[in-house]
Nanobody, 124 residues
Framework: QVQLVESGGRLVQAGGSLRLSCAAS????????VGWFRQAPGKEREFVAA????????RYTDFVKGRFTISRDNAENVVYLQMDSLKPEDTAVYSC?????????????????WGQGTQVTVSS
C-alpha cells in the first residue's frame, strides 16, 4: 500500500510558477514510477508528466513541454512538478499516481495508487 498526498496548489497569475509536491508513505517509493495527471471542470482527466522509478527517464505531454519539469527524491519519498509560464488553461486539479507495473505511463489505468489532488488556478 502506498499513500500519496499532493500539495502546493494555489491561485497564481498567468506567467507565474508553482511547484507541486507528491509525498509518499508506505511501501518503498523507488519501486514505483510516478505520474501527474490533471482534470479541469467538465473535462476528462489527462496525463501531464511521468517519471521512472530511478528518475532517469521522464515523459511529458506536448502542452507542457518546456514549461513543466518533473523530478523525484527517493530518499525523501517525494516527487515534484515544477510548473513555469503558467497559463489559464493549466487550471485544474492536479493529482499524482504511483505505478508498480511496467507499461505506458500516459495511461491512468497503469497506476495502482492515487492522491486526492491539489487545486491549481491560473488567473489571466
Amino acid at each position: 500500500q502506498v499513500q500519496l498526498v499532493e500539495s502546493g496548489g494555489r491561485l497564481v497569475q498567468a506567467g507565474g510558477s508553482l511547484r507541486l509536491s507528491c509525498a509518499a508513505s508506505g511501501r518503498t517509493f523507488s519501486d514505483y514510477a510516478v505520474g501527474w495527471f490533471r482534470q479541469a471542470p467538465g473535462k476528462e482527466r489527462e496525463f501531464v508528466a511521468a517519471i521512472s522509478r530511478s528518475g532517469g527517464s521522464t515523459r511529458y505531454t506536448d502542452f507542457v513541454k518546456g514549461r513543466f519539469t518533473i523530478s523525484r527524491d527517493n530518499a525523501e519519498n517525494v516527487v515534484y512538478l515544477q510548473m513555469d509560464s503558467l497559463k489559464p488553461e493549466d487550471t485544474a486539479v492536479y493529482s499524482c499516481a504511483a505505478a508498480s507495473r511496467n507499461g505506458p505511463l500516459i495511461l491512468h489505468s497503469i497506476y495502482d495508487y492515487w492522491g486526492q489532488g491539489t487545486q491549481v488556478t491560473v488567473s489571466s
